[in-house]
Nanobody
Framework: QLQLVESGGGLVQPGGSLRLSCAAS????????IAWFRQAPGKEREGVSC????????NYADSVKGRFTISRSNADNTVYLQMNSLKPEDTAVYYC???????????WGQGTQVTVSS
């Protein structure tokens, strides 16, 4: 079965850190760009960060710049999102998304809940 599986979410206090993982199952991520999205209750899904298939290009939403870091290990077939200095407004379900470089294939994960609260 071809799928993305996120993990690493949870409850953390403001100022804390979490590392999310997005692992591919049934296919290799080598030729896929990956993005992290999030959706808070009552809000639209928004892009958080993305990384190219080689890892040479990354981009971040202004709201997370300087606090979040995206990285990938093609050897582990996994993409990571290191989240530091977390704020209550970072509370959301986080999803990873894989898009094939040559088009025609893309996948969404099932999401992982991140809650930032004291």
């Amino acid at each position: 079965q071809l799928q993305l599986v996120e993990s690493g979410g949870g409850l953390v206090q403001p100022g804390g850190s979490l590392r999310l993982s997005c692992a591919a199952s049934g296919f290799t991520l080598d030729y896929y760009a990956i993005a992290w999205f999030r959706q808070a209750p009552g809000k639209e899904r928004e892009g958080v960060s993305c990384i190219s298939s080689s890892g040479g290009y990354t981009n971040y939403a202004d709201s997370v710049k300087g606090r979040f870091t995206i990285s990938r290990s093609n050897a582990d077939n996994t993409v990571y999102l290191q989240m530091n200095s977390l704020k209550p407004e970072d509370t959301a379900v986080y999803y990873c998304y894989a898009e094939y470089n040559y088009g025609g294939r893309d996948y969404w994960g099932q999401g992982t809940q991140v809650t930032v609260s004291s």
